[in-house]
């Protein structure tokens, strides 16, 4: 099985909001077990989500880095993979997303490790994120993530977040 979502069925699921709702679409998010059980952690290594950043000249960032020369900042590269990463879970909890959004969960990133930036990413490109979960130690879950455009690989790091809700106070 899988997965393909707009910017509306992102956010039905991500919190963020313009201007920080960074991924545009999702491709595909695939799992080499076809996300039978969310409770066993050793499962969802091999998780994938490919999504994608369409990178535009409007975006508040082109203003002030670089003027005359706009280069997409690292750290939004590094936001823009780890919200991709987010939507690995995604599947195992597409029948309970209202129920969830109500007691605030969260994907939280709390990590970041072996960043590396390998060639610029300008307005007028689209960014291609490929992320892996490579190990899930609930509540943390580790990813390889990818940013490429075109062929070129323009970023890559590995990602720790920790999966948070909420409980709710009755």
């Known amino acids: 099985m899988s997965y393909r979502l707009d910017r509306a069925g992102i ?20 799992s080499p077990d076809g996300f039978k059980d969310f409770r066993n952690d050793r499962s969802k290594a091999g998780i994938k989500v490919v ?7 409007t975006e508040h960032w082109v203003k002030g880095h670089f003027p005359g020369n ?11 993979m780890a919200q991709a990463a987010a939507m690995s879970v995604y599947p195992f909890l597409e029948a309970d997303i209202d129920r969830l959004a109500e ?4 994907v939280i990133l709390c990590g970041v490790d072996s960043a590396r930036f390998r ?13 892996e979960v490579i190990r899930v130690r609930s ?9 490429w455009v075109g062929d070129q690989l323009a ?4 990602i720790l977040a920790n999966l948070y809700l909420k409980e709710s106070v009755s």
């Open 51 to 57: 999504a994608w950043k369409n990178v535009q000249a």
């Open 119 to 131: 060639r610029p990413v300008v307005p007028g490109e689209k960014l291609r994120l490929d992320v």
């Open 11 to 30: 956010m039905k699921y991500l919190p963020h909001r313009d201007p920080f709702l960074m991924i545009d679409e999702v491709t595909e998010i695939t």
């Open 139 to 147: 509540p943390l879950w580790s990813f390889k993530a990818k940013a």
């Open 155 to 158: 970023a890559e790091a590995d």
């Open 70 to 80: 706009p280069i997409l900042p690292g750290v939004l590269i590094i936001e823009t």
């Open 103 to 106: 007691r605030d969960f969260r």
